[in-house]
């Protein structure tokens, strides 16, 4: 359980309180300054933490080692991981100002392609799975699909800080979204589901979440098993879906048509989340810079949850 910033230890407090201000003059700052400065800023921000972050630095490039192996040189490798967070920095940039997103300049920053496979699932009247990734400005994507008429809800975890998940609840609620939290997600889902609406899952990280091993860039990695069970559960397609940043620094969204449920038995549970678990190392494969690389995706071990 998280600690509130009044129990928590001195020191601890004292750093929770400064990332939150330096949150808070950011957000701010980055509202308020012309939206090519602020890409530029943050960028460089983010390239500062990969070089004073040795530990992230680390595990970034170990990562990049266990995914591509011999299909990278050990610098190729080194340079994707500094635009892993040079990217990161840059893909915040719109994440922090989907309030002045709206549904009358929204066409100017992003395009969707395959959306009538999304339409086509959402008229089934049972509410839609969407399955994602921490891919690009994923934040980005549920506000644009809520700007233009869906019903979306997205589930997120709790931040260690309080006055920090308000901050960033509140903004992502500008945007649009039905917000859930995950510790107290189950019966949400299932009613916006039941109500007809887009319920996004980022499924594509190590969580305290039920899960099973599927294979991952050819690894075995403890993967979310909820959208296989709500499909199951509730009739309910899964959508595979992500956004990557275009050169010009607009937002390109894919969505794949719907994964059929295999079934209910612990083998069509795995077997639905390794295939949507494929579509999701697809989006990443073809957009690797912009994937969050410093995550532990492969920490939980086979026999050991």
């Known amino acids: 359980m998280n600690q509130s910033p009044t129990t928590s230890p001195l020191p601890k407090r004292l750093k929770n309180t400064l990332i939150y201000q330096g949150v808070r003059i950011l957000i701010a700052l980055i509202n308020r300054i012309p939206r090519r400065l602020a890409l530029s800023l943050c960028e460089a921000l983010a390239f500062v933490t990969y070089l004073f972050a040795p530990g992230t630095r680390r595990l970034t490039l170990d990562n990049l080692a266990l995914a591509f192996g011999s299909q990278m040189t050990v610098r190729e490798r080194k340079l994707l991981g500094r635009q892993v967070f040079r990217n990161l920095g840059r893909n915040a940039v719109d994440a922090i100002r989907l309030p002045k997103i709206t549904a009358d300049n929204v066409d100017d920053l992003v395009q969707a392609e395959g959306i ?30 809520a700007l233009k008429g869906y019903e979306v809800t997205v589930v997120t ?8 998940d308000t901050l960033l609840r509140n903004n992502r609620m500008k945007g649009g979204l039905h917000i859930e939290k995950r510790e ?16 996004g899952l980022l499924i594509d990280q190590d969580t ?39 050169s010009d620094d607009t937002h390109q969204i894919t969505i794949c048509p719907p994964i059929p449920s295999s079934g209910h038995s612990k083998e069509a549970i795995r077997k639905t989340t390794q295939t949507y678990t494929r579509k999701i190392e697809q989006f990443i494969r073809h957009n690797p810079a912009q994937w969050p690389w410093m995550h532990d995706r492969w920490k939980t071990k086979e026999g050991s949850e």
């Open 157 to 164: 975890a709790t931040l260690y800080d309080p006055r920090l």
């Open 208 to 246: 305290r979440v039920p899960g099973t091993f599927v294979q991952f860039f050819d690894q075995p990695a403890h993967t979310p098993v909820g959208p296989a069970i709500l499909a199951d559960r509730t009739g309910a397609p899964i959508v595979p879906m992500a956004i990557h940043r275009l």
């Open 184 to 199: 107290y997600a189950t019966s949400a889902v299932l009613r916006a589901l039941r109500r007809g609406h887009i319920v």
């Open 116 to 145: 009538v496979y999304l339409d086509e699932a959402y008229k089934m009247g049972k509410g839609v799975i969407a399955a994602g990734c921490h891919l690009g400005n994923f934040e980005l994507l549920g506000c644009y699909l």
